[in-house]
């Protein structure tokens, strides 16, 4: 387990590296001079160069990525070029916002798949089934955002249930900022959901028709004994290598999402700063969201390695 | 020939590939209709009909501008086939020529490096190409799908590259390389020809992906700009008067939830008919 640890740490600090590299070539060298942009086409060259030579621009792209890495490394993201603050002060406030929103649409869309897929595949071909699959086409086919709207229309502007946007932030009570997340999470997880549901279905399926099923069954067990406790520990594996994979969309999910109800989360600030030209804040902002994503997949494969530790020494 | 006739009479007899069939339909046409006729023209602005509902001279009512919903529905649709057909042809041709090198290259390091970059690249969904690009090149439609199209580039190297090398130790294949046919001819005449079955269904899949992408894309400000017509910059649009004119936001979603399904739907259909014992279920 320590090798296999090991190497997928390896692996992932490699991955990391690369996706500093993607993110600050497409950012830095790609046509478009950040000092111009943030001062305007009317600006004086002096001025540009001045801005320039602040913001560290004039020297070589190696030497800044270099010296760019090197800061993460020490925990020192830069200084924002629009708030003139570190970004670290900018994404952390902005973090607790995004992740635990994209923790609770993650648990929610689990914990609604895995019983209608369990469902589905329990009366596959009849009723219960063509529901959960109507169900699934119809989640997959819905933009989460459009779902937020109508989720607002219905419970903040027409009932008055919930908050149309905004965040209270956690310091004024953590019931009110839970509040204030959840037709948030339900936009996001519904879509999770309407997958999940599918794989949990098609994968329950697949195991049931294994032999040591067969067996249980004829040792006497119950069929709902069988299904819960034989067939759906197996059939998690799948489920969980799609969960990884979600992953990456469901954080892709919440920028969209916090743009529909204005929740300052490290999407939004991606957008302020795109608006801003704050390339610092950017690079910060979308390095973090893939590191995100790459670390994820790593705790699933971990996950995966104790579901079935048939997996372990052939990696 | 019978097997080519029996995957016809199976498409014909599948609902899944009817109803998807007739709601792709429906959306192909409103794109190709928009291009020579529209109720009115979708960017005329009249001030003086701001909001109104559906009915009332205008079938799907009017924006806050004045303008005609259904007339921009009509060339958002355009808009969105646009977005989805380039982005999938990026994906598809950079990504099944990806694949197919891998796969001809079989457990060499190129292989491992060309797989390694595709599940590397899955770290960047398309939102965040796109903020990456957005910055670099500005918003609008390009930037939209080269980021569309980037992201599907290891969706179609991946599905390649598995489907490939299995037809790569078929027995067939085998005889091919015995008699001295070259890793080029034998990619091109035996194992493109039998994976296009598959690179269909993930094509149906990766387009419903795209529009949905697209749709994001554009409310958040990253692709198609205004005053042209998407359905995801209705969508945004609507944000702003959802408590005085619902119907905004109720059928420029509806349309991208049709166009979706309707892909899907067809995407299954094809699926169970070119592997009847049923295959993965996406």
């Known amino acids: 387990m320590t090798g296999f640890l090991l190497r997928r740490l390896v692996g992932l600090a490699g991955t990391l590296a690369a996706a500093s590299l993607v993110v600050f070539v497409v950012l830095e060298i790609l046509p478009g001079d950040p000092a111009r942009a943030i001062l305007g086409v009317d600006a004086e060259a002096a001025a540009v160069l001045a801005l320039r030579s602040e913001l560290g621009l004039d020297s070589p792209a190696p ?54 897929g369990l469902v589905a595949a329990r009366h596959h071909g009849h009723g219960g089934d063509l529901g959960v699959m109507a169900f699934s086409q119809a989640g997959i086919a819905m933009p989460n955002f459009w779902l937020g709207l109508l989720l607002i229309l219905l419970f903040a ?17 953590v019931g009110a900022a839970l509040w204030a997340l959840v037709l948030p999470a339900i936009s996001l997880a519904t879509v999770q959901a309407a997958i999940l549901a599918r794989i949990v279905r098609a994968a329950v399926l697949e195991v049931s028709r294994d032999d040591f099923v067969r067996t249980a069954r004829a040792k006497g067990l119950s069929r ?51 608006a ?10 979308v390095l973090l969201l893939a590191a995100m994503v790459i670390v994820v997949n790593l705790i699933v494969d971990l996950v995966h390695r104790s579901i079935d530790p048939r997996l372990g020494e052939s990696r | 020939m019978s097997d080519r006739r029996s995957v016809w009479s199976r498409l014909a007899a599948s609902p899944s590939f009817l109803v998807g069939a007739s ?63 380039v982005a999938l042809l990026i994906g598809l041709s950079a990504g099944v020529a990806t694949g197919l090198v ?48 980037i992201f599907n580039i290891p969706v179609f190297a991946r599905t390649a590259r598995a489907s490939g090398g299995a037809v790569w130790s078929r027995e067939y294949v085998l005889s091919a390389q015995a008699i001295g046919k070259g ?33 994001g894309l554009a409310y958040l400000g990253l692709s198609t700009q205004p005053p042209e017509a998407s359905w995801g910059r209705m969508l945004f649009e609507a944000r702003t008067f959802l408590a005085d004119a619902p119907h905004l936001a109720v059928f420029p979603g509806l349309a991208i939830a049709i166009a979706v399904l309707g892909v899907n739907l067809l995407g299954d259909g094809l699926r169970d008919a070119f592997d009847p014992r049923g295959g993965a279920i996406f």
Request: aromatic content about 8%; hydrophobic content about 55%; charged content about 10%.
């Open chain 1, 276 to 285: 801003n030209r704050d390339l610092v804040v950017v690079e910060a902002v």
């Open chain 1, 157 to 173: 502007v027409s009932l008055g249930w919930f908050p149309s946007g905004g965040f209270p932030g956690w310091r004024d009570g």
């Open chain 1, 63 to 116: 030497v800044r990525y270099v010296r760019w890495v090197g800061g993460m490394l020490r925990g020192d993201f830069g200084t924002s070029w629009t708030y003139r603050i570190p970004v670290v002060d900018l994404v952390l406030p902005r973090l607790a916002v995004t992740v635990p929103l994209a923790v609770i649409a993650m648990l929610l869309s689990v914990t609604v798949a895995i019983p209608l």
């Open chain 2, 183 to 215: 890793r080029f001819r034998i990619t091109t005449d035996h194992v493109l020809p039998n994976i296009t079955a598959i690179l269909l269904v993930q094509a149906t899949a990766s387009f419903a992906v795209a529009i949905l992408a697209e749709a």
């Open chain 1, 224 to 274: 709902r004994r069988t299904l819960l406790h034989h067939v759906l520990r197996n059939a998690m594996l799948p489920t969980t290598t799609v969960m990884g994979m979600q992953f990456s969309f469901l954080m892709a999910g919440t920028v969209v999402i916090e743009s529909v109800f204005f929740l300052p989360g490290l999407g939004r600030l991606a957008l302020q700063a795109i």
């Open chain 2, 102 to 149: 891998a796969a001809a290259a079989a457990g060499s390091w190129l292989d491992e490096a060309l797989m390694r970059a595709a599940d590397f690249a899955f770290a960047f969904p398309a939102v965040l190409t796109a903020i990456l690009f957005t910055v670099a090149l500005g918003p609008g439609i390009a930037t939209s799908i080269v980021a569309i199209g």
């Open chain 2, 23 to 85: 709601l792709s339909g429906v959306v192909v046409a409103a794109a190709l209709v928009s291009l020579a006729w529209t109720p009115i023209a979708a960017d005329h602005v009249e001030l003086g009909q701001r909001l109104l509902g559906p009915g009332s001279g205008h079938w799907f009512g009017t924006d806050h501008f004045g303008r005609d919903v259904a007339a921009r529905l009509l060339v958002g649709a355009g808009n969105a086939l646009v977005v989805g057909v």
